[in-house]
């Protein structure tokens, strides 16, 4: 029901920012939890952050802790994710999906996802 469109993705310079943006469409978006993911081929899905409906509550991966952020507006139907001092192990497609509001587990609704690339 829910759906959601990702952007903000493209190269970047180690230690470098990029935010995403998670677009979302549908009916009481803004009572979804939604999360971020990424995926590189060969390895597991990895959750990286997620965030409560009212954006008072948030989740941030061991990984990306300290140097991602995520937000919302709910205003805007968005959720970001501002990355700051990108490794490049954070080199992946990330991927927004509404989420269970206690485990941030996904439920169902994915964007198709936006390439990060982080490089010299």
């Known amino acids: 029901q829910v759906q959601l469109v990702e952007s903000g993705g493209g190269w970047v310079q180690p230690g470098g920012s990029r935010r995403l943006a998670c677009a979302a469409a549908g009916e009481a978006v803004q009572e979804e939890a939604i999360a971020w993911f990424r995926q590189t081929p060969g390895k597991e899905r990895e959750r990286i952050s997620c965030?409560?409906?009212?954006?008072?509550?948030?989740y941030s991966a061991d990984s990306v802790r300290g140097r991602f952020t995520v937000s919302r507006d709910n205003a805007k139907n968005t959720v970001y994710l501002q990355m700051n001092s990108l490794k490049p192990e954070d080199t992946a497609a990330y991927y927004c999906?509404?989420?269970?509001?206690?485990?941030?587990?996904?439920?169902?609704?994915w964007g198709q996802g936006t390439q990060v690339t982080v490089s010299s």
């Open positions: 999906a509404t989420v269970a509001i206690r485990d941030c587990d996904p439920l169902g609704s």
């Open positions: 965030i409560s409906s009212t954006g008072a509550s948030t």
